[in-house]
C-alpha cells in the first residue's frame, strides 16, 4: 500500500515536472501570438476619397506579420510627383528599430506597440533616444477590409487621417 502510494506520487511529481517545464513554451507561444495582429497582413491601396487632410497622390502600404514582428513598406507618390518609399521591420514591444528611407538613404527610428487586435501605435523618432516627429495610429475595420491610419503630430494632434482598402 505504501509503494503504490510512493509510486502515485512519484508519477504526479513527474506529471507536475513536465507541465511545469512546458510552461515557458506556452507562455512564450501565447505571447508570440498576442503580440501580432496578422489582419494587416497583405496590400493596402489609399483612398483618396475617404482619406482626409494632406495625403499622398496615390500610397500602397504592404504588411508582413510573424510572430512578434511585422514588416512594412510604404510605396507613395507625393504632391509634387516625388516618390517616397520606407521600410522597416519591428516588433510590437515599443522599442527603436532602424525605418529606411529607401529614396533618400536616410534611417529614422519606429516604435511600434500592439494596442489591441484591431490597432496598432507607431512613434516617429529621428533618432533612438530622439524627439517624436509624427505618431500612427491604425486601426483594422472588424470586417478586415479597411484600415484607417491616423498620423498625429508630436503633440498629439490630427493631422491627417487616411484610409486604405485591402487589395
Not at 532602424?98 to 494596442?115: D, E, M, Q, S, W
Request: glycine share 6%; hydrophobic share 35%; proline share 4%.
Amino acid at each position: 500500500m505504501i509503494c503504490s502510494a510512493v509510486r502515485g506520487t512519484k508519477e504526479v511529481s513527474a506529471r507536475m515536472l513536465i507541465a511545469f517545464a512546458a510552461l515557458p513554451l506556452i507562455m512564450a507561444t501565447a505571447s508570440t501570438a498576442s503580440a501580432q495582429i496578422r489582419g494587416f497582413n497583405g496590400t493596402w491601396k489609399l483612398n483618396l476619397d475617404k482619406t482626409t487632410g494632406p495625403h499622398a497622390k496615390s500610397e500602397i502600404l504592404s504588411f508582413r506579420v510573424t510572430g512578434d514582428e511585422e514588416h512594412y513598406t510604404v510605396d507613395e507618390v507625393e504632391p509634387d510627383g516625388s516618390l517616397f518609399k520606407t521600410e522597416y521591420t519591428a516588433k510590437f514591444d515599443g522599442k527603436p528599430y532602424p525605418n529606411k528611407n529607401l529614396v533618400t538613404g536616410a534611417v529614422t527610428y519606429v516604435f511600434l506597440r500592439k494596442i489591441d487586435d484591431h490597432t496598432e501605435e507607431l512613434e516617429n523618432r529621428d533618432a533612438p533616444e530622439g524627439t517624436v516627429t509624427s505618431k500612427y495610429r491604425r486601426v483594422l475595420s472588424r470586417d478586415g477590409k479597411t484600415m484607417t491610419s491616423s498620423i498625429l503630430n508630436a503633440d498629439g494632434s490630427v493631422f491627417s487621417v487616411r484610409v486604405f482598402e485591402k487589395q
